[in-house]
């Protein structure tokens, strides 16, 4: 059996949320769990109510990554396809003083601390962004 | 009787024809064939790479002018 794939995200610049998105998407559809961590300034792309063009931190790739599909929809394709749970880092939540209800609808499985994230990825493989 | 449907997805970016594709195999019943239309270059390899590793069947990569048309087989 293919090992679950865990993802940290912490950067909000476009091209990582894009790449993790593209990562875990695509895994989660060819039959492989996924777990994805989002936590520093990554967490403030998925604020509720945010356009695509608010989401992201600038990078130099930014400009070309309008064209392909929106990183926050790849995701949620990615939950409603396969077998996808994002976790939203609790102390990036605290430090904003934001719950859950702060986040995009349907996309995140609830908050988690880092010690029980990197405590379940022992078991699989890691890639962080 | 198994039926046919085509998806134009070009003009989408990696990996959306293959997201759609996937989207569309949701709802069809096994046996049947869904077409997907394809600008993105890494369909037509990643499509039928998809199909192995899930056990769909891809019954063929076509190159058309300007973009490639993949057919897949719902085999599970």
């Known amino acids: 059996m293919t090992p679950t794939l865990f993802i940290l995200l912490s950067s909000g610049e476009r091209e990582k949320v894009q790449m993790a998105a593209m990562m875990a998407s695509v895994a989660a559809v060819s039959d492989r769990s996924v777990e994805v961590f989002v936590s520093m300034s990554a967490i403030q792309v998925f604020g509720k109510d945010r356009s695509p063009s608010e989401r992201y931190l600038d990078d130099s790739f930014s400009k070309f990554l309008c064209k392909a599909p929106d990183a926050v929809d790849l995701f949620r394709q990615g939950k409603e396809l396969g077998d996808m749970k994002l976790w939203a880092c609790s102390m990036a939540l605290d430090v904003q003083g934001w719950e859950i209800s702060n986040l995009e609808e349907d996309i995140f499985d609830g908050p988690l601390g880092l010690t029980k994230f990197l405590a379940d990825a022992e078991s699989g493989q890691f890639v962080t962004l | ?76």
């Not at chain 2, 959306?16 to 019943?29: H, Q, S, V």
């Not at chain 2, 192995?52 to 076509?62: A, F, I, P, S």
Request: hydrophobic share 40%; proline share 5%.
């Open chain 2, 1 to 76: 009787m198994t039926e046919r449907v085509t998806i134009d997805a070009r003009g989408a970016f990696c990996p959306g024809p293959l997201m759609e594709l996937i989207a569309a195999l949701k709802t069809r019943k096994i046996g049947d064939e869904v077409e997907v239309w394809s600008s993105d270059k890494g369909s037509a390899v990643d499509i039928p790479e998809w199909c192995k590793k899930v056990k769909h069947e891809c019954l063929g990569v076509n190159e058309q002018p300007g973009y490639w048309s993949v057919l897949v087989r719902k085999a599970k």
